[in-house]
Structure formats: structure tokens, C-alpha cells
């Protein structure tokens, strides 16, 4: 028998993390007498008097949040990393290290209206909102070496309000997923002389079987090494360093491979598909000064579904405790989303 990638069991590994996933297509046809869980309920009104994200609505600080028109940032009432506090000693004890952590988080509201989301907002609208997300990283990045941006999206993934809003933490230390990014990306850049995520640019247009999107400026990909069923990837074909250096041409091509990446995405199983997602961009803050060439601008969207609007692949067992594993191949996954229409069922 031959090596097939789609039938036979093999390990892919991720060159961003330095970590293998196994990956076994076999299993894909087990029959499944798990958990299911109830859909997301769907219907949201637009304007809700008890949520604090809805314009007038007093949050849980006391705070009114104002009658906004358009995008809305405010400080989280309840941030997990705050500017100012008591530091703790600093300590190299091999088995007890600690460091200091300041920060703030900001929540982003991306339009006044609790029932529109990037399938019916309309083009300007969604470039409106990736502007309001550049200017925070700018404003942020001046001061903070990494500025999170991130979106939960439905309950599944934890996400405690419907009303559509994304979250911005920036910290002053570089949390673990971007500072093993960094190595890798500075190893890689140190061997080869190019930035790694472009040399899988071309790459993957070259082969195309992962591409899910491809437009002038961007391509979406499942990437090589994905360990969630449906995850992928966001990246630029001209490149660039960060979220701030993405010019007017990037940004407008950007709101249309994100409302048709949503539409995709809702469209596999009939529901607003959930996921986490976020940005990833060379380190700023005292960084900014520094020779940044490895780094590559991209996105990430992490969606836990797996079969159906309520099956959701577990990282539990082998995954806890040994490493991730998959049994659609990146192949497949890219397959079906490249097949589902780019406007939304409804
Ligand atoms: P998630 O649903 O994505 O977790 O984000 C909602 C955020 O909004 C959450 O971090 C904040 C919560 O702390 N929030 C306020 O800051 N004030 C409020 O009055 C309600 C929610």
C-alpha cells in the first residue's frame, strides 16, 4: 500500500510552535455516540435595555455607555490586567519565577445595533471596524509590548454577551503563544534570510488545495499543521510587519475576506459558526524600534465545531496529555469551506 495524506495516519508539524499534530483521516467515518450540544439561539433583538453594551445602557461600573453611533471602545469594568498596582519582587528561583504584569483591557463594540454581525454590515461598516482595531494596536502598541486583539464569538466559546463586540488586552510582557511565535519566526528568518509566513504564502498558493479564499491582498488558508477542525488562517500576500502597516487597499480587501470568510464559515452547518479569533503582529512597545523582519502580520480563527451546529471537538485525553490530534485533514477542511457560498444561507 502507498502513503495517502486523506486515508493514512501521519504527524504534521507546525513550524510557528514547534509542535506535531497527529493527524489520522481514518477515523473520520467513527460513529459518534457522544455530548451534542443545543445550537446557539440565534435571534437577538437589536436593542436590548438590560445589556451594557447596548447604547444608553448603565454597565456594571456604574458607567452609562453613550449613545454611539458606530464603533464603541470603553475599559473593561472588569480587566484582567490593570496600569498601575504593587509589582512582586522579581525572582529567578528555578522552580518559583516571577515577573511583574501590567496592562489593560478594552472591549470594542462594533456597531450600535445587537442583531448585525460582518454578514450584514455593510462594506464600509466592517472597514470601519477593522480602522477602530488598527487604532487601538497603534495606541496601545505605544506604550505595551503586545496588544491582544480577539473576538469570542457565541456561547460556545464563552462568550458572555451577544451583542457584537470583540476584546483588547495589552500586556507589558509578551504573553506564551506570541513569544514562542517570536522565536521560531526570528530561527526561521535567521537560517533562510525571508520571513517564514511568506515563504508559506507562496507556497500555498502555489499548491492551492488549503486556500479557502484568495483575493489581491490576502489569502485564507486552513494552515498545513491546523489542530481545530475548521481552523485558518489570515495572511497577507504583500507583506507586512503589523496591523498598523496595512495601507487603504489592504484594509478594504480585508472587510470583504472577512464577510465572506464569516458567511463560509456559518454556512457549513446553518448557524453562526463560533470560534475565537485574533490578530498576531510584530511586538510593539519598546519594540517598535527593533528590526522586525520576521514577523509576518496574520490572523487566526480558532472554531470548535467539528460535525454539526452542536458537535464541538474536545481538546481533552491525547490532547491534554500527549498532543493534538485531528481526523479531517486540513485538505478536507479547506474543501468544504472553499465549496460553501460566499454570502450567508439567510
Ligand atoms: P466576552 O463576552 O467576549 O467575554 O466579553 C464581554 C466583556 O465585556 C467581558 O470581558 C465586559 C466583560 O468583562 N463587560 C464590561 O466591561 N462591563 C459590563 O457592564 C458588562 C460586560
Not at 502513503?3 to 504534521?12: A, G, I, S, V
Not at 447596548?54 to 484582567?80: H, L, M, W
Not at 496600569?83 to 518559583?96: I, K, V, W
Amino acid at each position: 500500500m502507498t502513503f495517502n495524506p486523506n486515508e493514512h495516519q501521519h504527524l504534521r508539524y507546525n513550524p510557528l510552535k514547534d509542535e506535531w499534530v497527529l493527524v489520522s483521516p481514518h477515523r473520520a467515518l467513527r460513529p459518534w455516540t457522544g455530548q451534542t450540544e443545543k445550537p446557539a439561539v440565534e435571534k437577538v433583538p437589536r436593542f436590548d435595555p438590560s445589556n451594557p453594551l447596548c447604547p444608553g445602557v448603565i454597565r456594571a461600573s456604574g458607567i452609562q455607555t453613550p449613545k454611539y453611533e458606530s464603533t464603541y471602545v470603553f475599559t473593561n469594568d472588569f480587566p484582567a490586567l490593570l496600569e498601575e498596582g504593587p509589582e512582586p519582587e522579581h525572582s529567578d528561583d528555578p522552580l518559583f519565577q516571577t515577573r511583574a504584569a501590567k496592562g489593560t483591557c478594552r472591549v470594542i463594540c462594533y456597531h450600535p445595533h445587537s442583531d448585525v454581525y460582518f454578514t450584514n454590515l455593510s462594506l464600509g461598516q466592517v472597514v470601519d471596524i477593522i480602522r477602530e482595531w488598527i487604532n487601538q494596536t497603534r495606541e496601545l502598541g505605544k506604550r505595551f509590548v503586545w496588544v491582544q486583539l480577539f473576538e469570542n464569538r457565541g456561547a460556545m466559546m464563552g462568550c458572555s454577551n451577544p451583542h457584537p463586540h470583540c476584546q483588547i488586552w495589552a500586556s507589558s510582557f509578551l504573553p506564551n503563544e506570541p513569544r514562542i511565535k517570536e522565536l521560531n519566526l526570528r530561527k526561521y528568518y535567521d537560517k533562510h534570510g525571508r520571513p517564514m509566513l511568506q515563504d508559506y504564502v507562496k507556497r500555498e498558493l502555489q499548491n492551492k488545495e488549503r486556500i479557502v479564499i484568495e483575493n489581491e491582498e490576502w489569502i485564507v488558508v486552513v494552515p498545513y499543521w491546523a489542530v481545530w477542525p475548521f481552523e485558518t488562517m489570515v495572511l497577507p500576500k504583500r507583506q507586512i510587519q503589523r496591523f498598523t502597516d496595512a495601507d487603504g487597499a489592504q484594509i478594504e480587501t480585508l472587510a470583504k475576506t472577512l464577510q465572506t470568510l464569516v458567511a463560509k464559515y456559518d454556512n457549513i452547518f446553518k448557524c453562526n459558526f463560533p470560534y475565537s479569533m485574533g490578530w498576531h503582529g510584530a511586538p510593539t512597545g519598546e519594540k517598535l524600534k527593533e528590526n522586525q523582519a520576521h514577523w509576518t502580520f496574520h490572523g487566526l480563527y480558532y472554531p470548535p465545531l467539528l460535525r454539526s451546529a452542536s458537535v464541538k471537538k474536545f481538546m481533552v485525553g491525547y490532547e491534554m496529555l500527549a498532543q493534538s490530534q485531528r481526523d479531517l485533514t486540513a485538505e478536507k477542511a479547506a474543501a468544504v469551506l472553499r465549496e460553501q457560498p460566499d454570502l450567508r444561507f439567510e
